[in-house]
């Protein structure tokens, strides 16, 4: 059913649900919600129980496309071009001209996708493991990459004239993929207001940009007011017109997952009445519950959440989902792609943890890809053939894995250096599967949770998946250790099927990861990487961690295992308090730096300190500590993180 072509009363006799909301004028229209047992509030909406298919999935690919691929620049083009000096304004003025002549709107037709086959994308994608796919529907740019009957700038009209999220879903289904569609529409309206700009400097200095143009209004959005300037726009206007353009989307195309860019659209009632609205949609033409909504936001089991470039910390009780990207969002000519280790790593990791990976295959502006990209696609074929009965339709074990690598939960967290003695178990038809994300020097891998205590852990047989030749193995105490063939049978990542009786994780000693330095050759020590003694502990805020609660100078703070090659590195430390000349010293290596962490005036406020100088003679692993100066001058303080960094770096 086409609902954007009823009539009010034919609305009605077919059944759609009128809600009205506080939000808006009398004179708006209303929330129209498809006939069904969920509305927009939260008890109704957890009555939602996520589907068997998506639980079994586990791994997905998305194609993070569209006009902004053109310049091949990297992604948020369409809003940065209009931000005077940024790197991608400058780039578009030199090869465009000012955005004053030459706006977004100019780049759209440049989009031809004119290499862009689907049917072949989506068969070398099943053929990589991914059991679904995902379109982009539109980013913040406004541009839909679907059939519009109701916003004029879309894929079909415009660019390369194809209903790409319509071509998209045509070749998924060829191969029996899932289908879903993200949408990014909810902060386009506060995202797109650079539009409405001008240069402040130079010789177009107060010519205004093309999004103030009123004859673009439907692509650049009406003005913003002064106070309108969070990622989710408080305007209603806007909200109804979102509310609108997603639910076209949702009644057009047989959707089997549907992804906001944010967590529930505006946080109100009109989020969760297009979430009500998507439910009962599907459960009307299927008859039972199979879509899944993304979001970025806890769900206590109303939607599945989603965790942008980053993964859970351990076994969520609800299932969830990672995005990311082998590369940049969009086509970015000078990002590296990530190697197949990486995406191996991150699909184990998250699906130890109760969750699914989605990720997107960066496409070039004429749709296709890269031959490093494909090359990737290739390997991770080749692993998941070997392994995935390892991976599909798996729930996670007792406990998600061991290791000295604890994967910090949060966005933007995914650079992890697993070793061998990383361990990741998942289970299936009462079946142990246990990975080890390395292959270890010595050819034993060691696993520490599957101790012999007691009748704990009586292994019957251990079948490494992949191998022609059996396994040997000795258990004690201290772990289970495996003896493996001398070939591995495949690389990135192993598993090995273990059955037994009474499986079951024994307590271990954690393993402390060494910590190494970054690219630039600078180490940061995170506050979550710390081992503390007494009350301070790790809590977070403005989305990062800290430790807090340092309140009485016995307690310390230690980084293990700081892998330091021998020269000269100057220390900083990053610190928050109230108080004034608030003393401490930064220890390593037999030499202490004396330092005072200035007063902020708040909790929350940091501020970066110098603290000194360290010498490093030797190299190897070090332990720094922050401690106390003394008992009597310790005042309480936050710290966020200590850098070490190669003098004259």
Known sequence: MNMKTLSFPAVLAAGLLAVSHPLFAADSAPLKIAPGPFKGENASLKQYQCPDWFRDAKFGMWSHWGPQAVPMAGDWYAKNMYVQGSGQNKYHVEHYGPPSKFGYKDIIPLWKAEKWDPDRLMALYKNAGAKYFVSMGSHHDNFFLWNSQIHKWNSVNMGPRRDVVGDWQKAAKKQGLRFGVSEHLAASFTWFQTSHGADKTGPQAGMPYDGADPQYQDLYHFAAEANDKGWNSNNPKWQQMWFDRVRELVDN??????????????????????????????????????VIYNCKQNSDGMWVQDVERGV?????????????????????RNWKFRPTSWLVHMLVDIVSKNGNLLVNVVQRPDGSLD??????????????????????????WLKYGEGPIKAKGGNFKEDFAFSAQDIRFTTKNGQLYAFALGWPENGKLLIRTLAGVGATNRIQSIRLLGATEGLTWSQDTNGLTVNLPAVKPCDFAVAMQIAGQNLAPVLTPEIVAAILPGRDGALNLAADLAVTEGAVKVETSGNQANLGFWDDAKDTAQWRKVTLKPGAYEVEVQTATVHNQAEFVVELAGQSLPTVAPNTGDWTKYQTVKAGR??????????????????????????????????GA
């Open 253 to 290: 195309y047989d959707l089997d997952l549907l992804y906001s860019d944010s967590g529930v659209p505006f946080g109100n009632e009109v989020g969760r009445s297009l979430i009500a609205h998507l439910y009962n949609n599907d459960l009307a033409k299927r008859g039972k519950q199979e």
């Open 312 to 332: 859970m910390p351990g076994i969520n009780p609800y299932p969830w989902q990672t995005d990311t990207s082998i590369g940049d969002w969009y086509y970015n």
């Open 371 to 396: 031959p490093e990209a494909e090359q990737i696609l290739e390997q991770m074929a080749g692993w998941i053939k070997i392994n995935g009965e390892a991976i599909y339709g798996t729930r996670p």
């Open 614 to 647: 360290f010498q490093i003679q030797t190299a190897g692993e070090y332990v720094l500590t922050v401690k106390a100066r003394s008992a009597q001058s310790w005042k309480a303080i936050n710290l966020r993180h200590v850098k070490l960094a190669p003098a």
